[in-house]
């Protein structure tokens, strides 16, 4: 059975850092590539950054320089480090991945940044 299960999220005050972790099973994380998206209240859920099975990295405009996604083998768990937030990086945070032909979510983590 795959899960993807987020952990980390949390209010931080602007300018501040969180790291997410993404911990999965029943899939063969050697090869998936793994990814995390947010969706903020009354948008659409967003792309926020990718790493493919080779460690090859995509981050969307809005979070180059500042989230670092990385991946870590024996572990099965993929990390989102997120350094200087900003308001705007308000939303809930989901980990995905995509296994025999279909979309895997997890539950998703609320990071909230506000003073």
């Known amino acids: 059975q795959v899960r993807l299960v987020e952990s980390g999220g949390g209010l931080v005050q602007p300018g501040g850092s969180l790291r997410l972790s993404c911990t999965t099973s029943?899939?063969?994380?050697?090869?998936?590539?793994m990814a995390w998206y947010r969706q903020a209240p009354g948008k659409e859920r967003e792309l926020v950054a990718n790493i493919s099975s080779s460690g090859i990295t995509n981050y969307v405009d809005s979070v180059k320089g500042r989230f670092t996604i990385s991946r870590v083998y024996p572990r099965n768990t993929a990390y989102l480090q997120m350094n200087s937030l900003k308001p705007e990086d308000t939303a809930a945070y989901y980990c995905h991945t995509r296994y025999f032909g279909r979309d895997w979510w997890g539950q998703g983590t609320q990071v909230t940044v506000s003073s």
């Open positions: 029943g899939v063969n994380f050697k090869i998936n590539t």
